[in-house]
């Protein structure tokens, strides 16, 4: 399914000097590293015998499609804001080595679910692997990963310095969680353009996956 985007214009954008002074860098990337509550993720996953892994996975890519700079993209020499950007995230397979699944996002619960699920139990049976990772020729995409044996404070992500389309992609990655003082924490990292994304709608970020966290039964009740 095709996904719709409009151009920025540059000369009216009021972002025009910062976007342009980020975008001059090698690498304008940044990234943030918070530790996030997921009691009530962990404890709604192990009651329902659902993926803790799916389950955040729908609300990170659902919080981050609500905030606007997140779906902003650097493709042939424009800025573009797109509908809404699919997730990708790293599969391990059954030989040690890992895939990247992806599928098209939705703000339904059950249908991403489902989706999810679907790639899960296909690419961590394919060991034929693709030569490129991330070759989507329209960048509409988050890069996701997780580290489920590792409690990690914070991490830097490879990033190709010729590729301006490919650092405009968020990226994040979480880590394993653990129990402090009754409460479950988890790293995550967010990582995207300075061109692109501030701090603010960095924050805005880690606030609204956050939030539907805490409120997972209702908000995945209202849409569903």
């Known amino acids: 399914m095709a996904n719709n985007y409009k151009i920025i214009d540059i000369d009216t954008w009021n ?10 860098f090698m ?10 509550d997921v009691t009530n993720l962990v404890n709604y996953s192990k009651k329902t015998k659902t993926s803790f892994f799916i389950n955040f996975l729908y609300c990170l890519t659902v919080a981050l499609n609500e905030v606007e700079e997140f779906r902003l993209r650097y493709v042939n020499g424009e800025v573009r804001l797109y509908d809404y950007i699919n997730p990708t995230y790293t599969i391990k397979c059954i030989d040690g080595t890992y895939n990247n699944g992806r599928h098209e996002f939705t703000k339904s619960y059950s249908v991403f ?36 044996n590792l409690d990690f404070i914070g991490m830097t992500h490879p990033m190709t310095y010729t590729d301006k389309s490919s650092q405009s992609c968020t990226r994040a990655l979480w880590g394993k969680y653990s129990l402090e003082n009754d409460r479950y924490k988890m790293t995550l990292n967010l990582t995207a353009s300075h061109a692109l994304v501030d701090g603010m709608p960095m924050a805005e970020g880690f606030n609204l996956t956050q939030f539907i966290i805490d409120n997972f039964e209702t908000f995945i009740k209202e849409n569903n």
């Not at 972002?15 to 001059?24: G, I, V």
């Not at 690498?27 to 996030?36: A, F």
């Not at 699920?117 to 990772?133: A, C, G, I, P, S």
């Open 27 to 36: 690498n304008p990337t940044y990234g943030i590293d918070v530790k996030m």
């Open 113 to 148: 679910y489902k989706r999810t699920k679907e790639v899960l139990d296909f690419q961590k049976n394919n060991t034929n692997h693709r030569e490129n990772y991330n070759d989507s020729a329209f960048y509409d995409e988050f890069y996701f990963s997780c580290l489920t």
């Open 15 to 24: 972002r025009k000097s910062q976007y342009l002074w980020f975008n001059s």
